[in-house]
């Protein structure tokens, strides 16, 4: 079951560190109610589900081709911040795009980064997550 995403103060700011509050960021994708109109939108939603252990978003937003069947969260992982690096595309008018980012998380005390470059695609007028390339530390 997914936590709450409402138990986050709708002032505050949004999960994905976008410094917009949750209700004018990715609190209505999360909650079904408008879908992201960018790749980077998405992107910042799908991390904010991370965030919330919303499942029902994460797999409903993910390429139907390449998602899992089922989606399992690690319960001690404690997600810190989520940094855009580059996008490519995925602007409204487009129907691809990419986006890099690096997620940073915590778990049993040991700090984990996430670098990847997400590969995005719409589809009648919807943003999926089609897939995406880790890149390793160098």
């Known amino acids: 079951m997914a936590k709450s995403p409402t138990n986050h103060g709708p002032l505050e700011g949004c999960w994905c560190d976008s410094q ?3 209700t004018q ?7 079904f109610r408008t879908d992201a109109p960018t790749a980077e939108a998405l992107m910042r939603s799908r991390y904010s589900a991370y965030v919330t252990q919303n499942k029902d978003y994460l797999l409903a937003t993910w390429y139907p081709a390449t998602a899992p069947k089922t ?3 690690v319960p001690e992982q404690n997600w810190l911040g989520l940094k855009i690096v580059a996008l490519q595309q ?5 129907n691809q795009g990419t986006v890099e980012f690096v997620a940073r998380s915590k778990t049993h005390g040991q700090g984990h980064r996430l670098h990847e470059i997400s590969h995005f695609e719409k589809i009648a007028g919807r943003w999926f997550y089609v897939g995406g390339e880790i890149l390793k530390k160098r």
């Open 90 to 94: 995925g602007g409204e008018e487009d």
């Open 25 to 31: 960021c990715c609190l209505p994708f999360l909650e």
């Open 71 to 73: 989606l399992e969260f």
């Open 20 to 22: 917009v509050p949750a």
